[in-house]
């Protein structure tokens, strides 16, 4: 079964550091996600993309954060200047339709450490 | 603010038993509701989606959702312990770029 895969599962940075966190997902999925979970609270939305644009983008995506989509396969998050409450697992998911029946599957994050 | 709202649980349940979750949500726009489980370390799973009001079956799993009362619900039948997890509740707001809003989630534990 295809599934949204991430790379790496665990990313340690100092405060001040840029990272890339990398996605592939599913590969007839157009619909592509990052979300964060913060130790012990929810799953938050960061920003929704297609078409090679941003669609949506929540107050927490401010303008330390990019994504793009450098080939047909992949989808990376980068944050600039990572600060200590950036620290969370990153969550891409990746969706086949647009609309309110979009089921959204997710990989299996990248636990971001920042020192 | 759109809110999605669940008990953090923990709900214990015997092996067998039916086991139900529950979840409010603020925003009367609402077009589709998901609920994912969370072992503890990994990543979201789906279980099942619904849209439309009235029950949705899947497996051991049934979806309700009563749009007038903002209320959706997750039924586990003959719970196993392998259920044991933590279950969100995501709503999507049509409107906000296919953006998902998760409640806090419920802890399930399934006692052998």
């Known amino acids: 079964e295809p599934e949204v895969t991430q790379t790496p599962s665990h990313q340690v940075t100092q405060m001040g550091q840029e990272v890339i966190l990398r996605c592939v997902p599913i590969?007839?999925?157009?619909?592509f996600y990052w979300y964060r979970q913060i130790l012990g609270q929810k799953v938050e939305f960061l920003v929704s993309?297609?078409?090679?644009?941003?669609?949506?983008k929540s107050e927490i995506f401010d303008d330390q954060f990019s994504v793009e989509r450098p080939d047909g396969s992949n989808f990376t998050l980068k944050i600039r200047s990572t600060k200590l409450e950036d620290s969370a697992m990153y969550f891409c998911?990746?969706?086949?339709?647009?609309?309110?029946?979009?089921?959204?599957?997710f990989g299996p994050g990248t636990r971001l450490t920042v020192l | 603010q759109k809110e999605v709202e669940q008990n953090s649980g923990p709900l214990s349940v015997p092996e067998g038993a039916i086991a139900s979750l529950n979840c409010t949500y603020s925003?009367?726009?609402?077009?589709?509701f998901f609920w994912y489980r969370q072992y503890s370390g990994k990543s979201p799973e789906l279980i099942m989606f619904?849209?439309?009001?009235g029950d949705k079956e899947d497996g051991r799993f049934t979806a309700q959702l009563n749009k007038a009362s903002q209320y959706v619900s997750l039924l586990i039948r003959d719970s196993q312990p392998s259920d044991s997890a933590t279950y969100l509740c995501?709503?999507?707001?049509?409107?906000?770029?296919?953006?998902?809003?998760f409640g806090g989630g419920t802890r399930l534990m399934v006692k052998p």
């Open positions: 619904i849209y439309s009001n």
């Open positions: 993309f297609y078409n090679n644009e941003i669609s949506e």
């Open positions: 998911a990746s969706g086949e339709l647009a609309g309110g029946f979009d089921e959204q599957f």
């Open positions: 925003d009367r726009g609402s077009q589709s």
């Open positions: 590969s007839n999925h157009l619909y």
């Open positions: 995501a709503v999507l707001y049509n409107n906000a770029g296919n953006m998902l809003t």
